[in-house]
């Protein structure tokens, strides 16, 4: 018995994981194509033009030390996006209904939109990342690192659309979030400096931005030097998957913003 | 077995709204059941608590024995819902949403695309199982709901007003369907507007009005409580007024057509005499209405002043 409910469970999330990345692909010129672009341009300005005026940052290249936060940066917005998008879309559209009728219990249907969030947004970064490798001699100095902080972060952000989706009653409410909070803390978050260049004030205040250390730890693991203890950027990330997870499903089985 | 049994359900809208006021109602296992009532009645409110789509106030309800706040996944896997609005993705092909719809239940893909194809085919959509939702008909969508619903093969199938909109070769084609699901063991639930639907279709009733069932019983039984009916005869010539014949209600609709209202005992043959003899000739006749219909729109009338006068 429990042995068939668990392979039906797997057919149901392996079903929304199929159904996003299908998603994924058949809109291929808003998922993948857009950030590709912004980040080999991101590449070119900031790296090729501007990076040569600006020298070394910790002992590396500028090109070297922006392109893990470019990466990651892509990671974080794809991550978010597939799952705002497709979640509030599914509501929008009354589809979710096909799955709230379905015995697929609420931690499942969750997990099944955030691994379809981490799909695209580790495929993207993914592409980002061959795009550095064409600017840039990019080292790597830890491979853990580079894989846990990448999919770690994607969850956490993933988990952030799905929160967002949940609450959004109209489409402003589903760009508000990316584009006024999101946006400023991964800009501000150490992706294009590092935090010491920056004066006393800015880094204590910097310190309170969590993308921070998710940019450090997979910097760190390319570059092997981080801005931050490393130990608190894990700790931080699967902090905030647990407790994302735990609010996530706890709305679910109260049904906001899905059931009336 | 029941196939769905309510208990004193109840539900309030966050704006105020009592849309069920203690609903106890019983669905025996194989049984064609029409529930019926008006817009915002409260069916599509019951629809969607027992699909889980709504949250309930207070009450039980239990599909097939299942107490949906103890075993609610055991309980969904015996619905399927065919619901009032398209609910499926419009950028999907049909195949796709019949697909996935079965993997959600957790029926692998090798035999949810064997399943697929029998429901598609059955319901006169494999031709265009590739195409994308929403280049199909009206029609076409009611049926695409009903083939999905049908993917786990539900022990209970909930259709609210699945023919709506649906022009009458393709809603008697459905019917047809519908009557064979239910003889190999699918007890069925339909909501409809159309009561012709539910009087040809369903073997027990009941009326919902106001958020309280106000008739529950079978449909024979139900229409045994009809104690008229209003028949429609065309004329072959004009009147001024409508003739009096002894023993029946008569008015005139316009000058060729006359409605009389015969009771229960009185017989059609007495009407055409007494027109014979007035030297009225009669070219054709029909019910006003159905018979269902005439009922519920009773039923619902006195409810609506019970309400009024508080009684």
Redesign the interface.
């Given at each position: 018995m429990g042995g068939s409910r668990a392979r039906a469970e797997w057919v149901g999330f392996s079903t929304i994981i199929i159904r996003e990345f299908n998603r994924i692909v058949r809109i291929w010129g808003q998922t993948i194509v857009p950030p590709t672009v912004t980040a080999t341009l991101y590449f070119v300005i900031f790296g090729s033009l501007i990076g040569k005026r600006i020298g070394q940052v910790g002992g590396y290249d500028y090109m070297q030390f922006i392109a893990p936060g470019l990466i990651m940066m892509t990671v974080i917005t794809n991550s978010y996006a597939n799952v705002v998008s497709s979640f509030f879309g599914a509501k929008f559209g009354k589809h979710l209904e096909e799955l709230l009728v379905s015995p697929m219990p609420n931690w499942l249907i969750l997990s099944g939109y955030i691994a379809g969030g981490m799909l695209r947004g580790l495929l993207v970064g993914s592409v980002v990342t061959v795009v550095a490798f064409l600017f840039t001699r990019l080292p790597v100095a830890h491979v853990f690192a580079i894989l846990s902080a990448a999919l770690l972060t994607s969850m956490v952000f993933a988990l952030g659309g799905f929160i967002n989706a949940l609450f959004a009653t109209n489409f402003d409410q589903i760009s508000w979030f990316p584009t006024f909070v999101l946006a400023p803390l991964t800009y501000l978050g150490g992706v294009f400096y590092s935090t010491t260049m920056l004066p006393g004030w800015a880094q204590t205040v910097s310190k309170a931005n969590p993308i921070l250390y998710m940019v450090s730890a997979f910097r760190y693991g390319f570059l092997g030097t981080s801005d931050v203890d490393l130990r608190l950027a894990y700790g931080i990330m699967v902090g905030a998957v647990v407790a994302m997870f735990t609010l996530a499903v706890t709305l679910l089985n109260r049904g906001t913003g899905i059931r009336e | 077995m029941q196939a769905l049994a309510l208990r004193q359900l109840t539900k309030t809208?966050?704006n105020g709204i009592k849309a069920l006021k203690g609903i106890d109602l019983e669905v025996a296992e194989g049984d064609f059941f029409a529930l019926l009532g008006p817009n915002g009645a409260g069916k599509t409110t019951i629809i969607?608590i027992v699909?889980?789509?709504?949250?309930k106030t207070s009450g039980i309800v239990e599909v097939f024995g299942h107490d949906m706040d103890k075993e609610?996944?055991?309980a969904?896997?015996c619905?399927g819902?065919v619901?009032q609005?398209?609910?499926?993705?419009?950028?999907e092909s049909l195949f796709?949403i019949v697909v996935?719809?079965a993997?959600?239940?957790?029926?692998?893909?090798s035999l949810a695309k064997q399943r697929a194809e029998k429901y598609l085919k059955q319901l006169s959509l494999w031709d265009r199982r590739n195409s994308i939702a929403r280049s199909l008909s009206g029609g076409m969508k009611r049926r695409l709901m009903i083939a999905?619903a049908l993917m786990h093969e539900p022990r209970l199938l909930i259709l609210d007003e699945p023919t709506a909109g649906v022009d009458i070769e393709i809603r008697r084609s459905m019917w047809e369907f519908l009557r064979n699901i239910n003889e190999q063991g699918t007890t069925i639930i339909l909501t409809t507007h159309y009561l012709e639907e539910a009087e040809n279709l369903c073997r027990n009733v009941a009326i919902i009005e106001g958020g309280r069932i106000i008739e529950r019983d079978s449909m024979v039984k139900v229409l045994r409580k009809l104690q008229t009916e209003i028949f429609v005869l065309n004329l072959n010539e004009s009147l001024a007024e409508p003739p009096e014949i002894p023993g029946f209600r008569t008015t005139l609709a316009d000058d060729r057509t006359l409605e009389v209202e015969v009771s229960k005992g009185q017989t059609l043959n007495d009407i055409f005499a007494q027109l014979t003899a007035k030297g009225i000739r009669v070219n054709s006749m029909r019910n006003k209405v159905n018979r269902l219909e005439e009922l519920f729109i009773r039923l619902v009338d006195v409810s609506a002043r019970a309400a009024v006068t508080g009684t």
């Open positions: - | 809208y966050k969607g699909t889980s789509l709504v949250n609610l996944e055991v969904k896997s619905i819902v619901p609005e398209m609910n499926f993705n419009m950028f796709t996935n719809q993997g959600f239940y957790g029926i692998p893909r999905r």
